[in-house]
């Protein structure tokens, strides 16, 4: 089985769920409190996952204080992890701390337009063929949503980029929070590295679905997301 | 920084009574002159004069916050003339109630009242617990800083209950002034505006819950005139435990040990604050009495709480609310006595008082206690969770509370005494005013009209843009969540949350009805609790399962009236609860909400909140109240009665809600109830809704905000009594009705079990609403939904 290490800061507050949906999607999980973080940890994952939450209050900047704590407890070990093909995934809090580590393209995740925190459930598209978190996903689908700081902003023409060039794999059906190409989700050139807003974790199976009659799938798409990684690293 | 205790002696042996209540009004101890007399006498008795400290300590235990000592007073109440003693309306009507109850129900309610809060049998090794608390004096004066430190707080009550349960939900609960009310019309200085009022505490709920990662499922808005000097702020947290941690006991030898945030000056005497009227100077004087929230220290102290309680080391387990150390260093010494060490504890900043560093009510502090020998095993936890601890007392079983600070002895006092609050005698009187016919008749142009009417009222709008800002799906757990339908935007009547290693699924609900507490308390009592048993009953949860929790507010105690109104409530309250079997697991209450304006003081309607947890025993029992399908039958359980009094219909007639108030029957209600269990468990029920605030009318928009059918119902089908008018039939509430889908297959058990049917849901998507065949209502569900989803929008 494939071992995920999830990396808990003080805030952070999706490991249970997200644990549990690493599990059902094949993974064995493991949740690292951020005081025992240490290069050698990493040896034993596959994944790394930075989950939702509100890392350190989120009062400086989102995710600004858990970057800076993992850079000075990792230094350059979390590259060097995906260079020899580790995989790392945020979610939300996640995200946000992953845009500030370099290890996805360049973008900030700011304040949503309305000035709100945003709970709710977005269409979602997808745009990209090789992300292996997407793989098992159809073109179109649905997840829930919930951030204050979750508008994707770039360097001038950058947003349109990533959705032309893939990077930008992941994009919102519709405008939720303001983002810039409507991008919900970034991935790296090596497509192991992605991170997103939406929260997959909350959707496993149909029964968190807000409408009962919801069929769509076997199981909640969120599922499909865990258990592509997973087939990726059985492969 | 001094290495020395600070503190004072106060000379009260030789003070006369008047000079003695002069002495707590100067100290703002909130003591009444036979509370001080009380105090003493035991000061006679100890041969000395007590320091400041023992004087705070004293106060904030004897608070009505911590003591609630008008529940347990003995009251002259006379009724419609007729006089009666209450010898405790605690223990008569609350805690008799339970008792009774868990005589005929043995193995459901596991504790009730000994502890943080109730805990109810979940599954043959877990246990569900929910507890609610008030924050209405702080959130008046800060609203940001009072709700934020409100949901904070009844937090940490769960982390403190039992040895520390999980935190898996949260509801949330206001009473504000109208979002319109005019500035001018505010008569008092410094008083902040409804609007204000709102924001602040809707974002200092959002801001605590979702950073502490529970989601926030349920809650409810009331508006009202007289809610805008006195806000009411009504915090709940749900929590899980496995049964064997829920025994806790203080020993002689164990250490006590606090852990979390450091001691600072905010919340200084918050518990005798909250035991006072406001007034415009409360303002300006008691900011100091409103602490400071910082959710992050808090998830710190969960996840360490939870992480030591899973290792075995915790023995006992309490939050640090109101009264600060030594309320909660107190209770847990109240039996057996100990020694406490202010100067151990860690501050915000240099230089506090004595009695500051023992009353200060800072946020985000658990008091545990643990044997000695495993006290490396717990620092090894708080430094993996980054929580501070330390050593804050040692039981000793000598049966008195030593405070030492520095070197000094500052508190000294028989922990038999310091708990032995004198008991209180008041008065109160109630008279039922009689139902008036209305002086208008009422005959509007159009139902459909008066149908925009209501949905459009801030009793009934959508609190969407509300909810949207509360995350209420973290965990992963939210099965029957506060918005559904096919868009996710329909009303529920409650939520359903799923619990980890368990089978069985946990239902949440609430109600309150202030408008009816106005003119009759005691229906009030009676509805509140059938509203909320009601929502749980619908959503699937087994009608024998149900626990509920009363949290009351109201004016000022000392007005014969207005405690009068508190005692029918109560009343009212009971009986329906002993009728439905539904124990009162835990509660609190909250007086003083009144405030000196220019034109004399307003005082809030006696306001119960009755909130309730059902145990739902399998997912697929779970129904929301969104209707699903076109072509199945809508069907109606309950019947309707004469009375529009309290409704919000009622707000617009001239004088219809003089008349009497709507009548109903417990026993005859609580059957159904059960019946449409067994119809629910069958599968047969594809959507419920309960009739509340709007009546029927209402209730059927609602059911069709799912977007998914339209509506067809005809009226003289409806079971109702001979003398319900046309505004009865559609708009009045009458407690203990529920509205059902059910497919055309399932139609003969569904009126087996007592269902009426009164029309269909229909592919057209129109809300029709026929009497005799001709039209009352005929409007497009589109229109009436944008008209209710957007009346909170300009406002919020």
């Known amino acids: 089985m494939p071992h995920a290490l999830l990396i808990k800061f003080p805030g952070t507050n999706c490991d249970v769920e997200t644990s549990r949906a690493l599990e059902a999607a094949g993974f064995t999980a493991e949740v690292l409190p951020v005081s025992e973080l240490a290069p050698e940890v990493l040896g034993k994952a596959q994944l790394v996952v930075f989950s939702g939450g509100f890392s350190y209050g989120d009062y400086v900047m989102s995710g600004r204080i858990s970057q800076l704590i993992t850079k000075h407890k990792l230094g350059d070990r979390l590259k060097q992890f995906v260079a020899d093909g580790g995989y790392v995934l945020g979610i939300c809090n996640g995200f946000q701390i992953l845009t500030q580590l370099d290890l996805l393209p360049r973008g900030s995740l700011i304040h949503n337009t309305t000035g709100r925190f945003i709970c709710r459930w977005v269409p979602l598209k997808k745009n990209s063929s090789t992300s292996p978190y997407l793989k098992l996903l159809p073109d179109n689908f649905e997840l829930p949503v919930a951030h204050a700081e979750g508008r994707f902003v770039g360097e001038t023409g950058d947003a349109d980029k990533y959705v032309k060039d893939g990077h930008g794999a992941l994009l919102y059906g519709k405008n939720v929070n303001g983002s810039s190409a409507q991008i919900a989700g970034l991935q790296d050139d090596t497509g192991r590295v992605f991170g997103l807003m939406p929260h997959p974790e909350r959707f496993i199976g149909k029964d968190t679905h807000y409408d009962p009659d919801w069929n769509g799938a076997e199981r909640g798409w969120g599922y499909y997301l865990f258990k592509g990684v997973a087939e990726a690293l059985a492969a | 920084m001094s290495a020395t205790a600070v503190f004072r002696t106060i000379p009260v042996r030789e003070l006369l009574a008047d000079q003695l209540l002069d002495l707590s009004k100067k100290m703002k101890l909130s003591l009444s002159k036979a509370d001080m007399l009380v105090v003493q006498q035991i000061f006679n008795d100890e041969g000395r004069d007590p320091t400041d400290v023992e004087l705070e300590v004293i106060a904030q235990t004897w608070s009505e916050h911590c003591k609630h000592r008008i529940f347990n007073a003995k009251i002259y109440h006379t009724l419609n003339g007729e006089q009666e003693v209450v010898d405790s309306l605690f223990k008569t009507y609350i805690r008799a109630t339970t008792e009774k109850i868990m005589a005929d129900k043995p193995d459901f309610v596991l504790s009730a009242f000994v502890d943080n809060a109730g805990f109810v049998k979940l599954d043959d090794d877990k246990a569900v617990c929910l507890k609610v608390e008030t924050h209405n004096h702080p959130s008046a004066i800060e609203p940001y800083a009072g709700a934020n430190t409100g949901l904070g707080g009844v937090i940490r009550d769960i982390l403190g209950a039992g040895k520390g349960s999980k935190p898996v939900a949260s509801i949330d609960v206001f009473c504000f002034g109208p979002p319109d009310t005019k500035q001018e019309d505010l008569k008092a200085k410094d008083v902040i505006h409804p609007l204000g009022i709102m924001r602040g505490v809707v974002r200092g709920v959002r801001d605590y819950g979702n950073r502490m990662g529970i989601p926030t499922v349920n809650g409810a808005i009331q508006f009202d005139d007289t809610f805008i000097y006195n806000p009411l702020v ?71 709480v939870l992480a030591a309680r899973e290792a075995g080391l915790i023995e006992f387990i309490t939050d640090c609310g109101a009264g600060g150390f030594s309320s909660a260093a107190g209770e847990m010494l109240s039996e057996v006595g100990g020694e406490v060490y202010l100067h151990h504890c860690p501050l915000k900043e240099p230089g506090l008082e004595s009695w500051q560093v023992f009353i200060s009510e800072s946020q985000e502090r658990m008091v545990m206690s643990i044997e000695e020998h495993n006290l490396p095993a717990l620092q090894a936890i708080a430094d993996k969770w980054q929580s501070e601890i330390f050593v804050l007392a040692k039981a000793d079983g000598n049966k008195r509370l030593r405070v030492f600070h520095y070197d000094s002895i500052v508190c000294d006092l028989p922990v038999d005494k310091l708990h032995g609050a004198p008991r209180r005698e008041m008065r109160a009187h109630w008279r039922q005013p009689a139902a008036l016919a209305p002086k208008v008749a009422v005959r509007p142009e159009s139902w459909t009209q008066v149908l925009k009417t209501l949905l459009a009222d801030f009793a009934i709008v959508s609190r969407e843009p509300i909810i949207r800002e509360y995350d209420h799906e973290v965990q992963g757990n939210t099965v029957l969540k506060p918005l559904a339908g096919a868009a996710g935007d329909a009303p529920q009547d409650g939520s359903v949350i799923k619990v980890d290693g368990s089978k069985q699924l946990v239902a949440l609900a609430c109600a309150l009805l202030p408008e009816w507490g106005k003119n009759d308390p005691h229906a009030m009592g009676r509805a509140c609790v059938d509203e909320c048993v009601r929502q749980l009953v619908a959503m699937g949860a087994n009608p024998q399962r149900i626990a509920i929790l009363d949290n009351f507010c109201m004016g000022n105690p000392d007005a014969e009236k207005e405690l009068g109104a508190l005692v029918e409530c109560t009343k009212g309250m009971a009986e329906s609860a002993i009728a439905y079997g539904a124990p009162f697991v835990s509660g609190k209450d909250s007086f003083y909400n009144y405030f000196i304006t220019e034109d004399g003081p307003v005082s809030i309607p006696v306001t119960l909140l009755v909130s309730g947890f059902g ?44 008349d009497g108030a709507p009548t109903w029957k417990e026993a005859a209600t609580w059957a159904s109830y059960e019946k449409y269990h067994e119809l629910a468990k069958s599968g047969a029920v594809l959507a419920c809704h309960d009739l509340s605030e709007g009546g029927l009318g209402v209730a059927l928009a609602e059911f069709a905000f799912s977007g998914k059918a339209g509506v067809k ?14 505004a009865e039939l559609l708009f009045g509430e009458t407690p203990g009705r529920l509205l059902l889908e059910v497919a055309p297959e399932h139609l003969t058990a569904a009126k087996a079990a007592g269902a009426v049917v009164i029309g269909e849901a229909t592919n057209e998507k129109y809300l029709n609403i026929t009497l005799r065949g001709s039209t009352l209502i005929d409007a497009a569900v589109s229109d009436l939904k944008s008209i209710w989803q957007g009346g909170l929008v300009p406002y919020y």
């Open chain 2, 234 to 304: 009504f915090c709940g947290t749900a929590g899980i435990i496995p049964i064997k941690d829920i025994a806790k006991e203080v020993k002689p030898g164990q250490l006590l040990i606090a852990a979390g945030g450091r001691t600072g000056k905010d919340g200084l005497k918050g518990a005798t604050f909250s035991s006072a009227e406001l007034t415009t100077d409360s303002h300006e004087e008691d900011q100091t009495a409103v602490q400071i929230g910082n959710p992050i220290e808090e998830k710190k102290v969960a996840d360490f």
């Open chain 2, 615 to 658: 145990i739902i025993e399998d997912a697929k029992h779970v129904v929301g109240a969104s209707l699903r399908r076109a072509g199945s039958k809508l069907c109606l359980i309950g019947g309707t009665t004469a009375g529009l009094r309290g409704s919000v219909f009622a707000k617009y007639t001239k004088g219809a809600g003089l």
């Open chain 2, 713 to 726: 119902v005809e009226l003289e089908n409806l079971p109702a009594t001979k003398d319900c008018t046309v």
